[in-house]
Nanobody, 124 residues
Framework: QVQLVESGGGVVQTGGSLGFSCAAP????????TAWFRQAPGTEHEFVAS????????ASADSVKGRFTISRDNAKNTVYLQINSLKPEDTAVYYC?????????????????WGQGTQVTVTS
């Protein structure tokens, strides 16, 4: 069982930036693809970005391209999400997720491990 713990998030003004981290205390993320999803009130999980372990290939949603960056530090077993140029529509709970099969897809169903989520609120 892999438990993921996110940190970061908060309240920020439009145009601001935030950084998140996601770790698996006591476990390694070696071999896992990791991803970030978000969920706004009344909506389903939306894919944000993913990163594969083996080749470091990343993917990101069109809505965040150029503004959000996913990265990982394998030595620290930590995944990061840097979000810039925030907009009010980025307001959501952001979740870290891990896929033991290292697929790195956009499909929520491929991620068997999830963090508890961290709230981001962007004010105008």
């Amino acid at each position: 069982q892999v438990q993921l713990v996110e940190s970061g998030g908060g309240v920020v003004q439009t145009g601001g930036s935030l950084g998140f981290s996601c770790a698996a205390p006591g476990r390694t993320l070696s071999g896992y693809a990791t991803a970030w999803f978000r969920q706004a009130p009344g909506t389903e999980h939306e894919f944000v970005a993913s990163s594969r372990w083996t080749d470091g290939i990343t993917a990101s949603a069109d809505s965040v391209k150029g503004r959000f960056t996913i990265s990982r530090d394998n030595a620290k077993n930590t995944v990061y999400l840097q979000i810039n140029s925030l907009k009010p529509e980025d307001t959501a709970v952001y979740y870290c997720a891990a896929d033991a099969w290292n697929r790195g897809t956009r499909a929520e169903r491929h991620y068997g491990y999830w963090g508890q989520g961290t709230q981001v609120t962007v004010t105008s």
